[in-house]
């Protein structure tokens, strides 16, 4: 995808997290530049949903560093970083179910924008934040259902409604923790045709289990196991990797086989 990579805008430096006698993340260092999407995979217990939460601030490193956007944001807490335009898509639990998908994600876009959430019925009223809020529906697809009731929505619904709440921040940079969880085979599809339409406007760090999906989406693949950096590369050299073969790939396609 590039000649010569461009300057990175997510920079990590010997990054560290330990869990008691666990360390979770272990000397890491990688960089995502503007424009990729840069997926990360690794087995059961390597360290990618703790590293995603030191990005966005909601763990803290024991040491190392963290620059985006030419910042050192380490120590930022995260509605600082979400402010720089740092976004992790909310997992469905934090969906409000009895609140309608626009409501949803017109408060969103209002608690980006600085006002305390217990303005919430401004949301409803600002044409602003109604018109960002309804775009952002518009591009996962979900326009004509923006006053359903998230309760009513589908599981797959559901999911891209918690990209629609991400983007109404408008991110420089996306982060995707399991986009691909629980979905059947036609939702599946309908997501990555979605990152694939998301990836031309914004850069995405993408966690994900689903390795066709991966391997069909991401421009490179970090592969972690134990919180280290095993492999950092293009989808075929990953495929190749022997390492990478041994520790993940080759035991998947093993568990497929015979589980
Ligand atoms: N809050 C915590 N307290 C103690 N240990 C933790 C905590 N969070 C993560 N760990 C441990 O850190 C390691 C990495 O966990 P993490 O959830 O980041 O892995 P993962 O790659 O996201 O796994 P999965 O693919 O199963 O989601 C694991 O050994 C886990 O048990």
Redesign the pocket.
């Known amino acids: 995808m590039f000649d010569s990579l461009p300057d990175p805008l997510l920079r990590v430096d010997n990054l560290v997290r330990r869990?008691?006698g666990?360390t979770?993340t272990d000397n890491l260092s990688m960089e995502v530049v503007p424009g990729e999407l840069h997926a990360i995979i690794?087995p059961?217990?390597?360290?990618?949903?703790?590293l995603i939460s030191q990005l966005t601030g909601q763990v803290m490193p024991n040491s190392g560093t963290i620059r985006f956007a030419g910042r050192d944001v380490t120590n930022l807490p995260s509605y600082k970083r979400s402010r720089l335009g740092l976004a992790r898509s909310f997992q469905i639990t934090s969906l409000l179910k009895d609140f309608s998908a626009i409501d949803n994600v017109a408060l969103a876009a209002q608690a980006h924008d600085g006002h305390s959430f217990r303005f919430w019925g401004n949301a409803r009223k600002e044409r602003h934040l109604r018109e960002s809020a309804r775009a952002a529906l518009e591009r996962v697809g979900l326009g004509a259902r923006a006053d359903i009731v998230v309760s009513q929505l589908s599981h797959g619904e559901q999911r891209e409604l918690e990209l629609a709440v991400a983007l109404a921040t408008r991110p420089q940079l996306l982060l995707l923790d399991e986009p691909m969880a629980g979905l059947g085979v036609t939702e599946s599809a309908r997501m990555v045709a979605l990152l694939k339409e998301l990836r031309k406007e914004v850069t995405i760090v993408l966690v994900e289990?689903d390795m066709e999906a991966v391997f069909a989406l991401a421009d490179r693949i970090t592969v972690l196991v134990y919180g280290r950096v095993i492999a950092c590369d293009v989808p075929d050299a990953i495929r190749k990797h022997d390492e990478v073969k041994r520790a993940y790939l080759g035991e998947q396609h093993a568990v497929t086989r015979h589980g």
């Open positions: 869990f008691g666990i979770a690794g059961n217990g390597a360290g990618k949903t703790t289990h």
